[in-house]
């Protein structure tokens, strides 16, 4: 008998009966999580068919589905094209200092990509940085840095880590025998990758890229900033607008994008990977020869472009700042302690939420504990936007006191986050021994005795984690935070997105280098824990 029935067999009596409380418990958690896309597909039924019609085929229209979907299909190839090679690079060759490589090249991860495109339109726009350096030499102009090219680029380099970081794994696991077993029928290095290795890795491969086209298409900061119309930009202009019908109407849509990636993820999740344990042993690297120093300028390049262009801008504008130009724009620590304080609750909210989830989910093979674990991540697929307008929606035609308040905030975020929260936690939980629960169980404890005594106590390292992965993308959450905040309630990223919008980027040096701060501290703290490098 498995370990995981014997969890079933203990929590259910044998019977098979789903326990009510937890069962009822988790369906109540599901459904508070899905309830409020429900208002935003009210709101756009009510819309008058004529008019739904002429908004949805309209001009503008096709061209932010087609800016989207363009956006989404360069995002995924560029990412493919760099994550790749880079995972190859850092753990099957002899690549000098590749764990230092394997860490910078995932650092892009921990960036903001609203912070990436600002630092790069100060640095390669009209009258840029690079502009100015050029200036002496006779170069009058440089290629636009706006609009789609520029939106691709920004967006691919602070995501290509999804597929960097999902390939390096499964090249990590990867028995390869299976090389030493092709090389020995004659076939060259390429010819054994296209037949052995990328069949393995192609569902690692496209499970990150997933991730990417998902980001790239719900990315809000990045296009604002780049002036290309999409479904995020044009959402949120309809908004501020008080065009609640259209932006209401373009969120179907752009629903509808999110569900086909989705569908794809899905498709993607039944293919399974080879395994093995041989991977990083020195025996086995890909010898690069004369190649392998100049090869340290693939991950060379790809971080330096990532990470210090957005250090160079804002070192410069640290060193020019004029604090007394616009006083009321100043960074207050104020902003900080409201970050954490909306931060902290969203992760404690979330990890007391995803508990019963991910335990029901971790011990019952039932269709209904696959479900309400599923439904917890229709609010991590839904773009932020999309989220924050659905709660606005509900919150001012329905509860009024609570629109514009800090529970309604905190509410949002944990819906957003709340699957990283679950999926920590259920991991953790299937690692118990049933045998420990099983123990305690013909001792005298009732299950939640043993899940007190017992399971949590071994499942609290994963629970934190959870809630500390909540809590740093909560930090850095721009959209949801824009939209449902209180009047008057500054945080980190609303000062740096008011710096943005009036040009004063010298008022978002010190808030944009805490969340750089934090988030490479937690980067370093992940990899660190990543197996399977001892030869490294």
Not at 223 to 245: C, H, K, W
Not at 325 to 342: D, G, H, I
Not at 507 to 522: D, E, H, M, Q
Request: net charge neutral; aromatic share 10%; charged share 15%.
């Amino acid at each position: 008998m498995s370990r995981i029935q014997r969890i079933i067999d203990r929590a259910t009596d044998g019977d098979g009966r789903l326990p009510p409380g937890l069962t009822l418990l988790s369906a109540a958690i599901a459904a508070t999580l899905v309830f409020p896309l429900a208002w935003l597909v009210i709101e756009a039924v009510t819309v008058e068919p004529a008019r739904a019609r002429e908004l949805l085929f309209s001009r503008g229209t096709v061209e932010v589905l087609l800016n989207s979907l363009l956006l989404m299909a360069g995002v995924t190839g560029l990412s493919i094209l760099l994550g790749v090679p880079l995972a190859y690079l850092t753990v099957r060759t002899d690549l000098p200092f590749r764990r230092f490589w394997s860490i910078v090249v995932a650092l892009p991860l921990v960036v903001p990509s609203y912070v990436g495109a600002f630092a790069f339109v100060s640095a390669f726009g009209p009258r840029g940085e690079f502009h100015d350096l050029l200036a002496p030499l006779g170069i009058e102009r440089i290629p636009e840095i706006y609009g789609l090219p520029g939106s691709i680029l920004v967006i691919t380099l602070y995501t290509y880590p999804y597929v960097y970081l999902s390939t390096r794994a499964a090249l990590l696991s990867f028995d390869t025998t299976l090389i030493e077993a092709a090389r020995t029928l004659n076939h060259g290095r390429a010819e054994a990758f296209r037949r052995v290795t990328l069949p393995v890795i192609r569902p690692a491969v496209a499970a990150g890229s997933l991730l990417a086209a998902l980001y790239a298409v719900s990315d809000f900061g990045t296009p604002s900033i780049m002036r290309l119309p999409v479904f995020t930009r044009q959402i949120y202009v309809e908004y501020n607008a008080f065009g609640r019908d259209y932006a209401a109407l373009l969120s179907i849509q752009l629903l509808g994008v999110v569900l086909v990636v989705l569908a794809l993820e899905w498709l993607v999740r039944s293919n399974r990977s080879v395994h093995g344990d041989d991977a990083g042993t020195t025996d086995d690297l890909v010898r690069l020869g004369r190649w392998r120093w100049p090869a340290t300028l693939a991950p060379a390049s790809v971080a330096a472009t990532a990470l210090l262009v957005p250090l160079w801008i804002l070192f410069l504008w640290l060193v020019r700042s004029d604090a007394g130009r616009r006083p009321s724009m100043a960074f207050e620590p104020v902003q900080v302690l409201n970050s954490l304080s909306v931060s902290l609750a969203a992760a404690v909210v979330a990890a007391l939420a995803a508990l019963p989830v991910a335990y029901f989910a971790a011990t019952h093979d039932s269709p209904l504990a696959t479900l309400f674990e599923r439904a917890t991540y229709v609010g991590f697929a839904v773009p932020g936007i999309v989220l924050a307008l659905a709660l606005v929606y509900f919150g001012s035609g329905y509860l009024p006191w609570l629109y514009q308040t800090l529970p309604l905030l905190v509410f949002a975020y944990v819906v957003r986050f709340l699957p990283q929260a679950v999926g920590s936690t259920r991991t953790s939980i299937l690692g118990v021994d049933p045998r420990l629960v099983e123990a305690g169980r013909t001792l005298g404890e009732s299950s939640l005795g043993a899940f007190r005594r017992v399971t949590f106590p071994l499942t609290r390292s994963g629970i934190v984690a959870g809630a500390a992965l909540v809590f740093l993308t909560t930090m850095k959450e721009l959209p949801v935070t824009l939209i449902l905040r209180p009047s008057g309630f500054e945080t980190i990223v609303t000062q740096i997105w008011r710096a943005q919008e009036t040009a004063l980027y010298q008022y978002a040096v010190v808030p944009t280098l805490i969340l750089l701060v934090i988030s490479g501290l937690s980067m370093v703290v992940i990899l660190s824990q990543e197996g399977g490098e001892e030869g490294l």
